[in-house]
């Protein structure tokens, strides 16, 4: 699955932004567009939404660097 999405990401990012959800281990979510992606499944959002833990607190970034070991699953839409 990780090289299917990462394949997909790489022909379709050429036209267009993508729009993604993340959550990561630690219990908090992101969502923003992939701005790079690379072989290793780290990822570089730009335009970013950070909801912490419960959703109670939310933040905004213009860029942030995700590890890919710290992701528990990805959504698109």
């Given at each position: 699955?990780v090289?299917?999405?990462?394949y997909?990401?790489?022909?379709?990012?050429?036209?267009?932004?993508?729009?993604?959800?993340?959550?990561?281990?630690?219990?908090n979510s992101?969502?923003?567009?992939i701005?790079?992606?690379d072989?290793?499944m780290?990822?570089l959002?730009e335009?970013?939404?950070?909801?912490?833990?419960n959703?109670?607190?939310f933040?905004?970034?213009k860029?942030?660097f995700?590890?890919?070991?710290t992701v528990?699953?990805?959504?698109?839409?």
């Amino acid at each position: 699955m990780v090289k299917t999405m990462f394949y997909f990401f790489l022909n379709y990012k050429r036209k267009n932004k993508i729009s993604i959800i993340i959550e990561l281990k630690d219990g908090n979510s992101c969502f923003g567009e992939i701005e790079k992606l690379d072989v290793f499944m780290n990822i570089l959002f730009e335009n970013i939404f950070i909801a912490i833990k419960n959703g109670q607190k939310f933040k905004k970034a213009k860029k942030i660097f995700l590890k890919a070991n710290t992701v528990k699953y990805i959504r698109f839409l």
